[in-house]
């Protein structure tokens, strides 16, 4: 998989969910699968799993792959360790959970909430998610 695929998985998913979620709210489950994929394809061999589900005013994005190492945050220069700026992103955004499989590899789960501060009608900030049609060209 890689990180444009899980995009439109959440898409898809996130885009069936009635009443409408709030563009925030897709942009950022949208953005976390994409650190997640994108981080499990450069720092652990590749994606083995990966599941978008809705349930409990959640949404829940799982992202598989077969290593052990755990995603660890990047501190900002001048100090320099390994790691990356993509998993701060994600636990800022998202509650994330590690979980480690039987046999080796780890599932790395966040949730999001379905619902912000701006995800009501009647909230002048609100716009409901939807799916821009093809531009000319566009597939």
Same mark, same amino acid.
């Not at 499989?101 to 998610?129: N, W």
């Given at each position: ?9 959440? *898409?898809?998913? #996130? ?11 897709? &942009? ?40 052990? &190492?755990?995603? *660890? ?11 990356? *700026? ?26 999001? &909430? #379905? ?5 009501? *009608? ?6 409901? &998610? ?10």
């Amino acid at each position: 998989m890689r990180p444009g695929e899980a995009r439109e998985r959440v *898409y898809d998913v #996130l885009l069936a969910v009635r009443p409408p979620v709030d563009v925030l709210v897709l &942009a950022d489950a949208v953005l976390v699968a994409s650190e997640l994929v994108s981080n499990a394809v450069r720092h652990a061999g590749g994606v083995t799993g990966f599941r978008v589900s809705v349930g409990d005013g959640d949404v829940e994005i799982s992202v598989s792959d077969g290593s052990d &190492a755990r995603p *660890y945050e990047r501190t900002p220069r001048p100090v320099v360790r390994e790691g990356g *700026y993509g998993w701060e992103l994600v636990t800022k955004l998202a509650r994330t959970e590690i979980v480690e499989r039987a046999g080796g590899g780890k599932t790395v789960r966040a949730r999001l &909430a #379905l619902r912000s501060a701006h995800s009501t *009608y009647e909230h002048p900030g609100f716009v409901p &998610a939807q799916r821009k049609p093809p531009r000319a060209g566009e597939r």
